[in-house]
């Protein structure tokens, strides 16, 4: 693994960076949301790891329109829509 550190730079650095960001969000939504599933069947178990991993994308994004100052016209109802 050294030598194709050595000889493959940047492909071992991309490759380090994707798992370094799969590793950074997963820490992230279980700080937010608690490291336990508390469903007990397996399909359970599943929907509420989505429903985490949603909840966690939701508030990414509302964090990054109000960092970044992003007005959205999510629920502004289309008057042609609505005839």
Do not use: W
Not at 57 to 70: D, K
Request: aromatic share 10%.
């Amino acid at each position: 693994m050294y030598h194709y550190f050595q000889l493959n730079r940047d492909d071992f650095m991309e490759h380090y960076h994707k798992r370094s960001n799969i590793e950074a969000t997963n820490a992230a939504i279980k700080r937010k949301f608690g490291e336990t599933l508390k469903s007990k069947n397996p399909t359970a178990q599943v929907n509420e790891l989505l429903a985490k991993i949603i909840a966690y994308n939701l508030t990414v994004v509302i964090h990054e329109m109000y960092e970044n100052g992003i007005n959205t016209d999510f629920l502004q109802i289309k008057s042609d829509v609505c005839k």
